[in-house]
């Protein structure tokens, strides 16, 4: 049949066929994937709420990093925690040349109970000695690990019955903080 087509008729149906073939691929292949391409425009434009772009991944992980570290410095042994506190912050103070006072009703303190429940102990210790001294002892102190961490540091010049002090001896009252592991 093609063969009794004049040439111009051949060219007319090659030309019609081509036309044909490409709408069906646009529609059967290319709309589909045109639809797709607009969606995922749309899509990114239009963002998800509460759904945190890809950039601030790293933030977040140099954030999570900072505060395990700072968590780390709070933690403190379980078993026979309160000898080993007092060991350890009464050979800093030994070192550092500061006496140290232990009074059994500073060193309990009424505690939130949640505080109970999560672990959080704190202790209290009262220091004295010269300025130069106690600071430090509360620079070494605030580098110790396993200890915790200074949750509350007063210096007070006067003595347990309330007098003024003639020579340059100090209080310190100090809590630490920290979390059973």
Do not use: C
């Amino acid at each position: 049949m093609m063969e009794k087509l004049s040439p111009k008729n051949k060219k007319a149906i090659m030309i019609f066929s081509m036309i044909f073939v490409v709408y069906l691929a646009y529609v059967f292949s290319f709309e589909k994937a045109i639809a797709a391409f607009v969606l995922n425009r749309q899509l990114k434009q239009a963002g998800h709420p509460g759904e945190e772009p890809d950039v601030a991944f790293p933030q977040l992980e140099k954030k999570h990093a900072f505060y395990q570290a700072v968590l780390k410095g709070y933690n403190v042994r379980r078993e026979d925690r309160e000898n080993r506190l007092w060991q350890s912050v009464s050979a800093m103070a030994i070192a550092k040349n500061v006496e140290i006072n232990f009074s059994p009703n500073m060193s309990t303190a009424e505690k939130d109970t949640s505080e109970i429940v999560r672990g959080v102990v704190a202790q209290k210790f009262t220091f004295r000695g010269s300025y130069f001294n106690i600071v430090k002892l509360l620079d070494t102190l605030a580098k110790s690990p396993g200890i915790g961490k200074i949750a509350d540091a007063k210096l007070i010049k006067k003595t347990a019955n309330g007098n003024e002090e003639k020579n340059d001896k100090l209080n310190l009252e100090l809590q630490l903080v920290g979390k059973e592991n």
